[in-house]
């Protein structure tokens, strides 16, 4: 964790520096933390494929490029959860915080307030929810609860995100047991140990593997905003979600931090899409790094785009501001990529604006 003094030394830099890009922030971030805490955020399970996979399926696709169209009025904005957004993209829940930053979660959620966008508080955050509450009054916020708890600990979550005013309560369901990171193990790294908390961490890891689909109606009984369910990754999974009232299905594969060698959350997200039909709602996440690939995103299937680890560089390099300006690139980028398809509203967005890569040999059949 950075001291107070580092912190203002690099404030005092980055009034002359703001950040460029999202590769940039990566990369000052990269060289303000310790590089375990580093490999804790950027790794993912065993041999990282499912996280590698991530990343590779957006360079499958190509956008097609339309012109001469008037892309004077470009409509980014997006309505989610009762709120207008710039752009449909939102913060994911991200744990452990304050290794990045000493106002962790706090400034997540300040930074995305003043992006205008929802941020999610997990229940991994090392801050208590009363105390982002507090520093973030009008924030909006979704609460995402994992099942590491007994029923009475769960329901006082509950109790704690409704007192918190939250927006939805999301249930994590693709973590029920520990994932084993190769980094973490190497580095001998314990993340629990580093960076402060006022918030308790979940009381007993071993009932996380406890969840069922049937918990979806206790929330639902608990609480009356919608209830989102997290992790899905077949449609099968994404059936029963329908079946069992999640109102919002959050199509993941947890960055590629839960099960190695899952398939690429964008790989499954039409297959989702086709199973679920057009109204339900889809929010997706996984290796959204710049703003044509929340296009492809939502040309495939997402109603609502999430990023994780990208809010977080912009927390080391530059706290709330840093965080803001994350999704600001992201709108500056998204409006780009859509005005060069030639695009001017979300309802244009549709699979036909993506290309696959032909093989040589169709190409060559062409002219034959
Ligand atoms: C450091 C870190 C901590 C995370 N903690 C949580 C968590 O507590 N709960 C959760 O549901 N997902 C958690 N995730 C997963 C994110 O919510 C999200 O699914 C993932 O980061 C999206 O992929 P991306 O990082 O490529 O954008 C975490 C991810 C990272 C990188």
Redesign the pocket.
């Known amino acids: 964790m950075k001291t107070h003094d580092q912190n203002s030394r690099e404030k005092t830099i980055n009034i002359a520096t703001p950040i460029a890009t999202l590769r940039e922030a990566q990369e000052r971030a990269r060289s303000l933390v310790p590089p375990q805490a580093w490999d ?2 950027e790794g993912g399970t065993e041999r990282e494929w499912t996280l590698a996979a ?1 990343s590779a399926a957006y360079g499958r696709y190509y956008l097609k490029q339309r012109i001469l169209r008037d892309v004077t009025n470009v409509k980014t904005g997006a309505r989610f959860l009762g709120k207008q957004l710039p752009m449909p993209l939102i913060g ?5 915080m304050t290794q990045y930053h000493q106002d962790g979660e706090i400034a997540l959620v300040q930074g995305g307030h003043a992006a205008s966008t929802i941020m999610s508080i ?1 229940a ?1 955050s090392r801050l208590r929810i009363e105390e982002i509450r507090d520093a973030a009054p009008k924030a909006a916020m979704i609460y ?1 609860v994992y099942f590491q708890g007994p029923d009475s600990w769960l329901e006082d979550e509950v109790a704690r995100a409704k007192a918190a005013n939250v927006k939805a309560l999301c249930l ?1 369901g693709d973590a029920p047991v520990r994932t084993i990171r190769y980094r973490d193990r190497e580095n001998r790294y314990d993340a629990r140990k580093f960076g402060h908390r006022t918030n308790a961490p979940p009381p007993n890891h071993a009932l996380g593997a406890r969840a069922t689909w049937d918990y979806v109606a206790w929330f639902k009984q608990k609480i009356d905003v919608p209830v989102i369910v ?1 992790g899905i990754v077949c449609a099968e999974d994404a059936a029963l979600a329908m079946e069992h009232g999640a109102d919002i299905l959050w199509v ?1 594969n ?2 590629g ?1 839960a099960l190695d060698s899952g398939i690429a959350s964008l790989d499954v997200l039409p297959e989702i899409r086709a199973a679920v039909g057009k109204k339900a709602t889809i929010v997706f ?4 790094r710049t703003g044509s690939d929340v296009l492809k995103a939502l040309a495939l299937g997402a109603d609502i785009v ?5 809010v ?1 560089y912009g927390l080391a390099v530059d706290g709330v501001v840093g965080v803001e300006r994350i999704f600001e690139l992201f709108a500056e980028e998204f409006h780009s990529a859509m005005a060069m398809c030639g695009i001017s509203s979300l309802d244009e967005i549709r699979p036909d604006i993506l290309r696959v890569r032909p093989g040589a040999e169709t190409l060559l059949n062409l002219l034959r």
């Open positions: 804790w955020l991530n994911a829940p991200l744990g452990g997990s991994m995402q994590c997290k993941s947890h960055g931090r996440d996984g290796g959204i999430a990023i994780g680890r990208p977080v």
